[in-house]
């Protein structure tokens, strides 16, 4: 006898999250769903998914989505190294930056790029949506300063575009409020209570975060980095478990930057 899915959880296709979604997949009880942050926004909104791995950025102020603090989520507390601004070639400062492109799949990327923008004196610069597949060329010939991307491509233009600068928002965040910095967790549409799901979550976590050398192993190379970048990014780079109250902090603090940023 076939057993129906129950629930349907959403996750990004980023290295990022694979800790955290081990066996998923596989699970009888559970559609899961890979698409970009801004997808899995719009799924929890409209009641498609039940659960997703997404940006946090979509529980703040009035949203009546409800990230689950408790649980393991996607932070940092100083470099993140896939959630990135560069600076075109003749830039040496965040204030030079009168325009930049946003990752069209990042809500919480482009939301953090905005607030470092106006903290270090860029208020005023210019948002555009990112084009695809060629954003650096794109932003040389049109004069735009700046290009913000996350997740996978994050990490592959790290090692790919050269003179540009490379300023991690993770740091960037870090340096203005001394406070580690949520980027996504397991947020739950209206009206869902985790219920079963939380276990589910939980033992995925627990496996994915013990099978971490595995990954170390499969991404060298696949970026143009070596073993030693992966390692120090899944293992020391990476917050996935964080107390709630910290949680709780960080987000207030962002929220209460985004009303200026």
Known sequence: MTVSPLWRVGTVPYLVAQPLTDGLIDHPRIDLVEAPPAELAEGLRCGYLDAALASSVITLGDSDLQLWDEGPVIASDGPIRSVLLFLRPGLKD??????????????????????????????????????????FESAMRHGVDAVQLIGDPALSASSLQEG??????????????????????????????????????????????????????????????????????????????????????????????????
Not at 94 to 120: C, F, K, M
Not at 175 to 194: C, D, K, N, Q, Y
Not at 234 to 240: A, G, I, K, M, N
Request: net charge negative; proline share 5%.
């Open 94 to 135: 965040l204030s030079e930056v009168q325009s930049w492109y946003a990752d069209p799949h990042s809500r919480t990327g482009r939301a953090l790029a905005g607030i470092v923008l106006a903290g270090n004196g860029a208020s005023t610069a210019m948002r555009h949506e990112c084009p695809s597949p060629e954003p």
């Open 164 to 261: 540009w600068k490379i300023i991690d928002l993770g740091v960037s965040w870090q340096e203005l409020t001394r406070l580690p910095f949520v980027f996504a967790g397991w947020i739950l549409r209206p009206g869902f209570e985790l219920g079963g799901l939380e276990s589910c979550l939980t033992d995925a976590a627990t496996r994915g975060l013990a099978a971490r050398e595995s990954l170390v192993a499969a991404a060298a190379g696949s970026f143009g980095k070596d073993e030693r970048f992966f390692h120090r990014y899944l293992f020391e780079d990476l917050c996935y478990q964080l107390p709630a109250a910290t949680i709780r902090e960080s987000l207030s603090a962002f929220a209460e930057n985004l009303v200026v940023g």
